[in-house]
Nanobody
Framework: QVQLVESGGGLAQAGDSLRLSCAAS????????MGWFRQAPGKEREFVAT????????AYADSVKGRFTISRDNAKNTLYLQMNSLKAEDTAVYYC??????????????????WGQGTQVTVSS
């Protein structure tokens, strides 16, 4: 069973940068795909970015492409999301997610089976 703990959220001004982290703990060594999703007030949870087990394959939502970078450090079981050029519309609770036993990228929330508790990102314009 995998447990996820996000950190790094907070307040930012438009144009600023933030880096989110997601630490995964697992007793059973295995491979897993990871992703970031976000949910703004009154809106559905939406895909942000995903990364394959090796880190060699990534995918992004159009709204963040070119501004956000997803990465992972498997030695530390940690997922990252570097967010640059933040906009007010990036304000949301950000969740990391894991799907154990998958090598590639996954962009749909229903494909993941473990979620973190979320971290709030608020961007003021």
């Amino acid at each position: 069973q995998v447990q996820l703990v996000e950190s790094g959220g907070g307040l930012a001004q438009a144009g600023d940068s933030l880096r989110l982290s997601c630490a995964a703990s697992t007793r059973t060594p295995s491979w897993y795909t990871m992703g970031w999703f976000r949910q703004a007030p009154g809106k559905e949870r939406e895909f942000v970015a995903t990364i394959s087990w090796s880190g060699g394959s990534t995918a992004y939502a159009d709204s963040v492409k070119g501004r956000f970078t997803i990465s992972r450090d498997n030695a530390k079981n940690t997922l990252y999301l570097q967010m640059n050029s933040l906009k007010a519309e990036d304000t949301a609770v950000y969740y990391c997610a894991v799907k154990v036993g998958v090598w590639g990228t996954l962009t749909a929330s229903w494909q993941y089976d473990t979620w973190g508790q979320g971290t709030q990102v608020t961007v003021s314009s």
